[in-house]
């Protein structure tokens, strides 16, 4: 069966540093892939999707960019965190039917 | 641009009763899908039923059914004997039927709190 990894779960990062969260999918080959930010209360937001190794594609302009250096890896990055990249991130897989990760906890401070 | 709306920030149930979560959506496709998702405290996301715009049967998942109606483009969902297990948001979603990046559009999402 399919499983999709998130780490870490939990993050607290300085404004100004960098930022690397990684996204892995098990049991699968050639998903497409997501990257989701979530407010406390609020909806989910697109910011990355992925149709193959190397092909990425933004929803959102903003300080954070995405990269799929392996068929089954997502990595979320930023150079320069802001306070206002707080939030949830959420990696999903889909064939047809999007699964989400456990997601991960970024707090800027 | 496809749009979903949840109009119901917040809804109350009792324990074994039925409650019903609304959305709508706006799309000029013909073809696509739509979807519930449950996120519990732990934030995760979690499937709860899928239904394909092409079937006339509405989607049913045990104590969970889905009223489709085309037509009306409204997509809401019925939680039957409801347990304290079924506390979360819920999040309706739509996805386009054309291949490719297959991107979901979320509602806003309901609050379902249940009482004991």
């Known amino acids: 069966s399919q499983t999709i990894h998130q780490w870490p779960a939990t993050l607290v990062q300085p404004v100004g540093s960098p930022l690397s969260l990684e996204c892995t999918v098990e049991?699968?080959?050639?998903?497409?892939l997501y990257w989701y930010r979530q407010a406390a209360g609020r909806g989910l937001q697109l910011l990355f999707y992925?149709?193959?190794?190397?092909?990425i594609s933004s929803e959102v302009p903003q300080n954070l960019s995405a990269s799929r250096p392996q068929d089954r890896q997502f990595i979320l990055s930023s150079k320069k965190l802001l306070l206002s990249d707080s939030g949830f991130y959420l990696c999903?897989?889909?064939?047809?039917?999007?699964?989400f990760g456990p997601g991960t906890r970024l707090l800027v401070l | 641009a496809q749009t979903v709306t949840q109009s119901q920030p917040e809804m109350s149930v009792q324990e074994a009763e039925t409650v019903t979560l609304s959305c709508t959506y706006d799309?000029?496709?013909?073809?696509?899908?739509l979807f519930w998702y449950k996120q519990p405290p732990s934030r995760q996301m979690i499937l709860v039923i899928r239904q394909e715009a092409y079937k006339q049967q509405n989607a049913t998942e045990n104590r969970f059914s889905v009223n489709f109606q085309k037509a009306a483009k409204s997509f809401s969902l019925k939680i039957s004997d409801s347990q304290l297990g079924d506390a979360a948001m819920y999040f309706c979603a739509y996805r386009g039927g054309v291949q490719g990046a297959q991107k979901l559009v979320f509602g806003q999402g309901t609050r379902l709190t249940i009482n004991p």
């Open positions: 799309t000029s496709e013909s073809d696509y899908y």
């Open positions: 999903a897989w889909s064939p047809w039917t999007q699964y």
């Open positions: 049991g699968t080959s050639n998903p497409n």
């Open positions: 992925s149709v193959g190794i190397g092909q």
